[in-house]
């Protein structure tokens, strides 16, 4: 006789779920107190498939769960699997991506000129594949187009819930400067705080050289 | 000096085509030449940006509006870096240049996140949701039924380089090593023989040198260039195989 246990609900559940099931559908199921639950549950589940060397995981997805193949087997299934639907994305719809994903609802001029060009063509081809959609209109002249993510776009790159991604405050956290080749000064920290130079910091506006004749010798190398 | 010119017209051809915009190139030129973004050398900067321009309208390519206005841009700094500096308290006058170093960073660090997508998107494409899906996009097909991909150059080295990344296959090579490209295609000729047709990374699945890994992908090329092989790629990041190719024989 086969016991009935809350994680086998849940692992059923997911299981047998056509699309990504939600945290709170599974726990109103399961007679759960909490999503959280779920969540250990889950993680519970996960590291089972592992110890015992399954070739599957539950991921969160979409805001949902849902069994997906590790990538470990992504060759074999390759060989069964196509999948046509997987739309070509350029380097410059990833860019335009990247911006609406974090400034979303967000129109064409802020787009634009954060890229400093015109990306009305991968916006257009975005929009078709359904990974951004228009989200309404700004108030102000022209009433420009809003731009957001769908849950396609989640779909697509894997990724749980928005919120996975960095808000437009936390992206310098996530990638600050630190690939820009800064020479060590005699005062490095001149140039740490430089991002927001505060009027008082009168010595660093006065470390700026203005060259009379343009040329700088420092940096040719 | 023609040397160095045409030579210049190849890393620029090579390039150019690459760039999202001004501020993309702008990036490159400042990590190639190492500039401190927080003090950039503005001639320097304007000189050799007007450069790749001129070689856009060298090679026929469009230079886009934004390419000009940034050109523009670059040039209002200088203009404004060139002024004398006036004797009175200077901490109300912003640098000229901060403007655009706002620019840069941030349109760096949506770059970052883009390249950071890419590689999420890469992996999930490769984790595939479990059967049986009513709203699956996903169509089942066998591998002989299966349309293969014919793979553009890019991809070729793209696949190369993520091999060679893989530091466990490469082994350190002995100096002055010698490599005989000739050798390396009799060898992915005698593997095509062997096999019928082989995968792009069995091709690698000996420890290699560097110099040696180099020169098997060379011979690949050339022997693709003789139009003696084939090579497809079942599925975006998907294997990528090597065919012999029966018309090309002979010739």
Redesign the interface.
Known sequence: MTEVTKNGIIEALIFSSPSPISAKRIASIAALESEKDVDSIVDLLNTQYEKNGRAFRIRKIAGGYQFFSIVAYAPYIGEIFVDRSQPHLTRAMLEVLSIIAVKQPVTKPVIDSIRGADSGGSIHTLLEKGIVTVKGRQKSPGRPFMYATTRDFLKLFGISDINELPSEDELPEFFGEEDFHIPQLDNPEEFEDKPEIADSEVENIDNYEIQEDGENTETNG | MNNNRSEIDIRCRVHLE?F?????LLLYL??R???????I????VVREFGLYLNRMKDLDLAV?G?YLL?ASLLMSI?AR???P?PEV???????P??ELVE?L???????????K??R??E????????G????S???????QE??LIPLDTYSLIKAAWDLLKQKNQIIPGEPREKIDIGERITYIQTFLAENGRGRFVDLFVEKTTPLKFVATFIALLELIKQKKIRVHQ??????IWIYPNPEGRGD
């Open positions: 690459q999202e915009g001004p501020l993309d400042i990590k030449d190492e500039i401190d973004i927080y003090d050398p503005i001639t320097h886009a934004e940034m200088k870096m060139l002024l500096k308290d200077t901490s109300e006058i912003e640098d240049r901060m620019m960073i941030e349109y760096q660090r949506y770059k970052k996140l883009s390249e997508l890419e999420k998107r992996e999930q494409m490769r984790q595939f949701p479990k049986a899906y009513p709203d996009r996903i169509s089942m097909k066998y591998v299966q349309e079942q599925s975006q990041f998907g294997n």
